[in-house]
């Protein structure tokens, strides 16, 4: 690129973004030195999920909402459960409870270190993939390569396979694992959570561009620990209500640009859910191990540069391997693998913690369990509004930077928040016009 | 970087899908290092930024065609590959997203979107094989790891791959399930269901739903007679038919049988 970008209509545009779940594009123009527009694109076919689960039966959306995302497909089903519990009228006892938040931790595990290894970190050690680090960092990468299977091990035992778990249904489970098949799996996660402080040390000292995030951060807070399966939401701004009033206080609008909703608070601003929110509202509950990496990495009571987000992650890869531990030493075995869960006609709300923050859905089913309407906001499509306010802010003062490496920082700003636009879509699209 | 131009060159491609069987491909946590070293990387967006130009030796393509933009694409895609192996049912069927295939797209997406006219979309989601040839089709939802290396294996070794197309059935035998629509009347579709997932959901006290897609010579006439002898309402077995590979065709004409008899 020969003109500086800050004369006259320039373009930042990638029409393929890299290292992220799904298909997005970014686009931010610049005309005589100030960042007129940012678009982040999510141009993901449309598959009209909440459209065909009408007229599907009060048992499927765990089956069914797990294949918005294979990175994430716990997150989905773990929603969708509560949700429909609750518009039946049950809870499920203290041991289900338990057992979904060890097998939330596999997810958890597998997806942050996929991104911290191999979507994120090529960023920051100057690599296009980890392929290509591994031939540097082989060690690194073979330790994050560890790090995801012993995610996926829990994930396989506690839920029949890594992608797409069989064993979830609405209600608990199909069958539980034994003591003697979750104690088999301590040494790995033993280790994990050895590797998992070495990574927060490591990825501490990544260096980072300065900037701060002005917006509210919004998360689930719950009595039984850092957030997970469980909890109603909370805000930096100091709101809190019941996940039944999270439509609420939340409103979605479809712009032109994406086939994702943004979503907005109801003051029209942006917010923020993922590792920083849950850091921000809940890092008391983390465990005493996480806490001490923490600190020992220079995060504070909050953190606002969404460039450390890979240091949050990390953090919690400490606490959902110190979690996972937990429970597998106290599990004592549960009356049974699932209660019974008769459909009822009402209307139910769940919302848990994916990796990439909270999820969503609302169902409605009619007295025979038939489902009249269903409603699902993913995370991504939460934090849009403010992936667009982070660029606008982060393009401006740097457009003394040549055109191929702004572009290549927008990028890693956009992966900042470990997008998954394969969730998004209903529910994102990026290009950088330097007009 | 000095013997990768001599190694085969491989691409991964996304069209409407989840991401989970390319995802699978990151998950062969125990063989991705060392299948780098066989195969170039050469296109994978999910994982690389890097692009090489084609041609390619083998294109994974996992997703199904829903856009007027994609039946485009996916004609180029096979232009410049050599080999194209689909992976997964969105790709081999239509995926979950094929239910809009027996109902009004248009519907759907004012049901989705306040300004549906944003939303640029088919009214069918179809397989890859129904817009250009397609050279192998690995079936599941989620693709299993262990096929997917067979399959990058059989190319590097010039054979065919080794992936059976009988039932669920003889996995759960070989794995030593007791049949749970035998001894438990639950219900099971591995009978008429492809193997390839190990039979995970018998060994999980589940009957299999289905996500390897129809197996080589399904009965499901019989098989729904036995679902609905089991007590099973008509609506559930239409459902059952309809869920990841409802547009396989076998699958689909079961599903039809029961269209007419609910209401």
């Not at chain 1, 598959?47 to 995302?69: H, K, M, Q």
């Not at chain 1, 929110?277 to 990495?297: F, G, I, K, T, V």
């Not at chain 1, 849009?384 to 982060?394: H, N, T």
């Not at chain 1, 572009?407 to 997008?419: F, G, M, S, V």
Request: hydrophobic share 40%.
């Amino acid at each position: 690129m020969t003109h500086r970008l800050t004369e006259g209509t320039q373009v930042l545009q990638v029409d393929t973004l890299a290292r992220v779940e799904g298909e997005g594009a970014m686009r931010v123009e610049v005309r005589d030195g100030e960042v007129t527009d940012v678009e982040l694109r999510i141009y993901e076919p449309p598959r009209f999920f909440e459209a065909f689960l009408r007229g599907r039966a009060w048992t499927e959306p765990p089956d069914i909402t797990a294949r918005i995302c294979g990175i994430c497909p716990v997150a989905y089903q773990m929603s969708s459960c509560l949700a429909i519990e609750a518009a039946c009228g049950v809870t499920v006892p203290e041991e289900i409870r338990l057992m979904r938040r060890l097998l939330y931790c596999g997810e958890w595990l597998e997806s942050h270190a996929l991104h911290i290894f191999f979507l994120h970190a090529p960023d920051f050690l100057g690599y296009q993939s980890a392929i290509e680090m591994a031939r540097d960092h082989r060690e690194l990468v073979e330790r994050g390569l560890r790090l995801k299977k012993a995610g996926n091990a829990l994930m396989t035992l506690v839920g029949g396979r890594a992608v797409h778990p069989v064993n979830v249904r609405v209600g608990g489970f199909y069958r539980l694992p034994t003591r003697s098949e979750l104690a088999a799996l301590r040494p790995a996660l033993e280790q994990g959570l050895d590797e998992a402080l070495q990574t927060v040390a490591l990825v501490s000292t990544f260096d980072v561009p300065e900037m701060e995030q002005p917006y509210e951060y919004l998360s689930l807070r719950s009595e039984h620990g850092y957030p997970l399966e469980s909890g109603s939401v909370v805000t930096t701004g100091g709101s809190a209500f019941p996940v039944a009033e999270f439509e609420g206080h939340v409103t979605e609008e479809h712009v032109a640009h994406s086939n994702a909703l943004h979503a907005r608070l109801h003051d029209g601003d942006p917010y923020v859910v993922g590792p920083l929110a849950r850091y921000a509202l809940c890092s008391d509950q983390l465990s005493p191990l996480a806490q001490e990496a923490a600190r020992a990495a220079g995060l504070g009571g909050e953190c606002r540069n969404p460039f450390r987000s890979i240091v949050v992650r990390a953090v919690e890869l400490v606490h959902a391997f110190d979690e996972a531990l937990r429970i597998i030493g106290g599990w004592n075995g549960a009356p049974g693998p699932a209660v019974p869960v008769p459909a009822r006609a009402g209307e139910g709300h769940g919302a848990t913690e994916a990796p990439r923050g909270l999820l969503f859905h609302r169902y409605r089913i009619d007295d025979d369990g038939t489902i009249l309407e269903a409603q699902i906001v993913p995370p991504t499509s939460q934090n849009q509004a403010s992936i667009e306010a982070d660029l606008r802010a982060f393009v401006q003062p740097r457009l003394h930077l040549s055109h191929d490496e702004l572009t290549r920082q927008c990028e890693q700003a956009i992966r900042n928040y470990d997008p998954c636009i394969s969730c998004a879509t209903h529910f994102l699209d990026l290009r950088v016009d330097e007009s | 970087m000095t013997e990768t131009a001599a190694l085969p060159r491989l691409a991964v491609w996304k069209f409407a899908s989840c991401d989970g069987c390319q995802l699978t491909l990151l998950n062969c946590e125990d063989e991705l290092l060392a299948l780098t070293g066989q195969i170039e990387i050469a296109y994978f967006p999910e994982a690389t930024r890097a692009v090489v130009e084609g041609p390619y030796d083998v294109s994974l393509v996992e997703g199904s065609v829903t856009t007027p933009d994609d039946a485009e694409r996916i004609r180029r895609v096979r232009e410049v590959s050599r080999r194209l192996v689909t992976i997964g049912a969105c790709a081999t069927s239509g995926g979950i997203q094929a239910l809009r295939n027996f109902a009004d797209v248009e519907e759907f997406r004012s049901v989705v979107y306040a300004h549906p006219a944003y939303v640029a979309t088919l009214d069918r989601s179809t397989p890859i094989s129904a817009h250009v040839t397609v050279d192998f089709e690995l079936r599941g939802c989620p693709i299993d790891k262990g096929q997917l290396v067979e399959v990058l294996a059989a190319h590097l070794q010039h054979r065919r791959p080794r992936v059976p197309s009988y039932s669920v059935c003889v996995e759960c035998k070989r794995r030593g399930t007791v049949c749970v629509a035998v001894a438990h009347g639950t219900p099971c579709l591995g009978p008429v269901t492809q193997a390839g997932c190990g039979a995970i959901c018998p060994a999980y006290a589940r009957g299999c739903y289905g996500c390897f897609g129809p197996q080589d010579t399904p009965n499901t006439a019989s098989l729904a007679d036995r679902l609905r002898w089991l007590g099973m309402p008509e609506i559930d077995v239409l459902r059952v038919f309809r869920t990841f590979n409802a547009g396989a065709e076998p699958f689909r004409r079961e599903s039809a049988r029961y269209e007419e008899v609910v209401p």
